[in-house]
């Protein structure tokens, strides 16, 4: 790409003798002969050249028919850079002008970034990965929340099974009760402890899952 | 309790193990990279991993030892069954969704990934191989023991078999292949304790057979034979007449001369009985028990019933169940195998489920046992009890093809957590000690799987449970505080780690050991030695916390990042990256050498 772009003042004089480039290149140079007329009658001052030369480069990267589009997507959302990402929506508005005087273009995906995380959420994302302080009160907070909500769930549980031993050692009267025949050992030991802990796991899994919801907005927003 | 050769139960058996194969063959074919191998490429969903997992995790321990253990020791015994159980909720709380998105692939991996230490890695490595073994020789004791309740076979038999059969499957394709075998023996286990559960339950409600008293349970008196009942006594035991008791013996009894021929004899208290005598009891005769534990029903019924130290064994009990689980390699390695944290989460959701409905069975027929079964209490065999139910309660065909669907569980039992160790073993091996190639696996898997076969063939079988007990203590203290702390503590330090690990492994081993020396020479240790988690796990957590503390520089630099990608939820796709550049390809990991590529 630099190459036609830094040889543009020799490429326009060989002009209409022989192309020098492959076939399967002419529609891209197809361009020339449009752009050529605005450049030659204009006042040449080398500056507005020079520009619209670098333009005419851009414009040239973003053509329809080349891959440049999909790589620069793909890139973006891999390395989550959001100034890479505004340079490939720049390109893009190019494109989509230069693409009214042409027939119209196959139509092409373009991959700005991951649909799941937005330019906004790119930065905070960013912080967290590199450690900025700010990232790091973040995680240290997530980390905190979670562990709070783990203790709690871990202390009720350890609250209603763990005191039972405890309480047929200073309590036997209740070893020797019996409900519908079954004695009351049996029925605490054998049978409401598995309801208990499918009940308090459930109740934790929705809690946690809440929380990191909550956080993953929260990032994004 | 001779051995009755029943053809539905090897019928049932032989079922079992081809079908394991052939899903096992079957998934095979899918297995070609190490990713299969190790991980099942990681794609595995949250409720067949849950029923995977389930069906890793009962082992014959659950399956038979649990009945055993509440025939036995009564209420106090339900304590397995709920520390089983909740072990997998403390799972939940503080380790599955971070260690998933660790991105790990085993526990040692685990540990270097968090602590950058090689060092640390081999000691990890080394108490992984050496709680793998122990949880894998009583489920290779246990299979030579279910074979010979139902059929007259050497003990090494059922051993070599349940080897065989998951060398071949794990050879085959790794955790890809026994994946879909766990999950349907899950299924199958379930059914084959269900099924007889309710059967036997009805026979019981509905009168069943006359000669039992149904109501003797909460009765102060000690369970009665039902029949004539010859006994061999095939290793020394002491017996508690709780009821002395008019009985032939056949041999020599500790306080009386050695007769020749059978002596009618009137016994009482505790008496010894060394190997090769018999004793008959006629029908109504009051139940011997071995010696520590209870003797009458009522006593049996009752929780908590030994006092203050029967109190700490449960403490104790309750404390290596709650948090050995969290370390024991070959369920964390099925925990890799999800996709992502919270996926992981909700597995051990689905398994707090499934595990939960499968333990209300073993307990019904533990008590079930206690009516029809006592003969057991006297040989000790009490892990026999659910292969001997559905014949004792069922005379006749029913009872046979009932008794066959409960060894075929019992072999399920057997074969999947054996699968499941296997799987966890070789992966340790191949990337650790050897390689990490597809080719290293399976190398690893004939040498775990020969070295275990050979020790179980070799050493006294135990207890199911009390061995599988042990292995619950060494994970909680090796393991436990290494996991939680390096989860959610960030000052941990690899010299640290190690400490902890050393000196509560160390700890737990030696009283394994002094226990089996007691064991041997007149059971004169204390209860504490057979479940020492009480005191080892909070030595474990405070050496490591003091060790991290004191050694303050030396916190990995990269905490933060590790951290982070711990506990950042999954849409924010930290976990995603490291996997698969990393994964344990055998050269690649030779050639970045210090494990520095982790990063």
Redesign the interface.
């Known amino acids: 790409m630099s190459s036609a772009s830094g040889g543009q003042p020799g490429r326009r004089d060989e002009q209409g003798k022989q192309p020098r480039w492959p076939a399967s290149d002419a529609d891209q140079f197809g361009n020339t002969p449009q752009q050529s007329p605005a450049n030659q009658p204009a006042t040449d001052t080398a500056r507005q050249d020079k520009r619209k030369g670098r333009r005419r480069a851009g414009r040239r990267k973003a053509n329809p028919d080349q891959v440049d589009p999909y790589q620069l997507g793909a890139k973006t959302s891999g390395s989550r850079a959001h100034t890479a990402g505004k340079g490939v929506r720049a390109e893009q508005d190019n494109r989509d002008g230069q693409a009214e005087s042409r027939k119209p273009p196959r139509r092409k995906r373009v991959v700005l970034a ?1 649909p ?2 937005p330019v906004t959420a790119l930065r905070t ?1 960013s912080e ?2 590199q ?1 900025t302080t700010f990232g ?1 009160w973040l ?1 240290k907070d ?2 905190r929340i ?2 709070r909500l ?1 203790l709690a ?2 202390a009720l ?1 350890i609250v209603l ?2 005191a ?3 309480v ?2 200073l309590a ?1 009267a209740i ?2 009760a019996k409900v519908v025949g079954v ?1 009351v ?2 029925l ?4 409401l ?3 208990l ?2 009940s ?3 109740w ?2 929705r809690r ?2 809440r929380h ?2 909550d ?2 907005d929260m ?1 994004e927003n | 309790m001779g051995p009755v050769l029943n053809a539905w139960a090897i019928g049932g058996i032989l079922a079992v193990g081809l079908a394991t194969f052939y899903i096992g063959h079957r998934s095979s074919r899918l297995a070609s990279t190490t990713q299969d191998f190790l991980v099942a490429r990681r794609t595995v969903r949250s409720r067949r991993n849950a029923a995977a997992v389930s069906g890793e995790y009962l082992s014959g321990a659950s399956f038979l030892g649990v009945t055993g253990l509440i025939l036995k020791d009564g209420a106090d015994a339900l304590w397995y069954p709920i520390g089983f159980t909740a072990g997998y909720l403390a799972l939940m709380l503080f380790v599955a969704a971070p260690l998933r998105r660790s991105g790990a692939y085993s526990l040692p991996d685990f540990v270097e990934a968090r602590l950058s230490s090689r060092g640390l890695r081999r000691v990890a490595t080394g108490f992984v191989l050496v709680i793998g073994t122990l949880y894998l020789l009583p489920q290779l004791q246990g299979a030579g023991l279910a074979l010979m309740a139902i059929m007259p076979a050497p003990a090494w038999i059922g051993a070599v078999l349940v080897t065989l059969v998951v060398v071949i499957n794990v050879f085959g394709g790794g955790m890809r292949a026994i994946t879909v075998v766990q999950a349907f023996q899950y299924w199958l286990k379930l059914f084959a304790i269900a099924v007889p559960t309710f059967v036997l339950c009805a026979v019981f409600l509905g009168g069943g057979d006359s000669t039992v008293p149904r109501d003797s349970l909460s009765q102060p008196t000690s369970p009665t034979f039902s029949k004539d009942t010859t006994v061999d006594i095939t290793t020394p035991v002491t017996l508690d007449f709780g009821e002395p008791a008019w009985v032939w013996v056949d041999g020599s009894v500790s306080d009386a001369e050695p007769a020749d021929g059978p002596t009618h004899m009137y016994l009482r208290g505790e008496q010894d009985f060394p190997e090769g005598t018999s004793i008959r009891f006629d029908a109504g005769d009051p139940v011997p028990v071995v010696a520590g534990s209870p003797v009458y029903n009522s006593e049996w019924l009752r929780a908590g019933d030994g006092g203050a130290p029967q109190m700490f064994t449960t403490y104790s009990l309750i404390l290596a169940t709650f948090l050995g689980t969290m370390g024991l390699p070959h369920v964390l390695v099925r925990f890799y195998t999800n996709p992502s944290g919270k996926s992981a989460r909700r597995t051990t959701m689905h398994v707090l489920l499934l595990l939960g409905l499968f333990y209300l069975f073993p307990v019904l027929l533990g008590a079930l046992s206690r009516l029809y079964t006592p003969e057991l209490l006297v040989t000790g065999e009490t892990d026999a009890a659910v292969l001997l139910l559905p014949d004792a309660m069922l005379p006749g065909i029913g009872g046979q093809i009932l008794g066959a669907v409960t060894a075929a569980g019992a072999f399920a039992a057997f074969l999947s957590t054996s699968s499941g160790l296997l799987v966890s073993l070789s992966g340790v091996l191949s990337t650790d000690v050897l390689r990490g190639r597809v080719r290293d696996f399976r190398i690893a898997t004939v040498i775990a799987g020969i070295v275990p076969l050979v020790l179980a063939i070799w050493l006294r079988p135990g207890d199911i449970s009390l061995s599988v007990g042990m292995t619950f203590a060494l994970a909680a203290s090796t393991f436990c505080p290494v996991l939680v702390l390096g989860i959610w503590w960030r000052k941990l330090t690899g010299i640290g780690a190690a400490a902890g690990m050393i000196i509560g492994g160390g700890l737990v081993l030696a009283a394994f050991v002094t226990d089996i020396v007691s064991g041997y020479t007149g059971n004169w240790a204390p209860p504490l030695v057979e479940q020492p988690a009480l005191v080892t796990v909070p030595v474990a957590f405070l050496v490591t916390v003091l060790v991290s503390k004191a050694t303050a520089r030396r916190i990995p630099d990269d905490v933060n990042r590790v951290i982070l990608r711990m506990h950042a939820p999954d849409p924010l796709g930290f976990i995603q990256d490291r996997d698969v550049a990393k994964f344990g390809k055998g050269e690649e990991r030779l050639r970045l050498g210090s494990g520095k590529h982790r990063r």
């Not at chain 1, 605490?188 to 049978?191: D, Q």
């Open positions: 991951d799941r995380a994302v967290l990965e450690q790091e995680i997530l980390v979670q562990l783990a769930f871990a549980v099974l763990g039972l031993p405890l047929f050692y036997p070893t020797q004695p050992p049996w605490l030991l054998g049978v402890p598995f309801p802990l499918v308090v796991g459930l934790y899994n946690a899952e990191e919801r956080f993953v990032v």
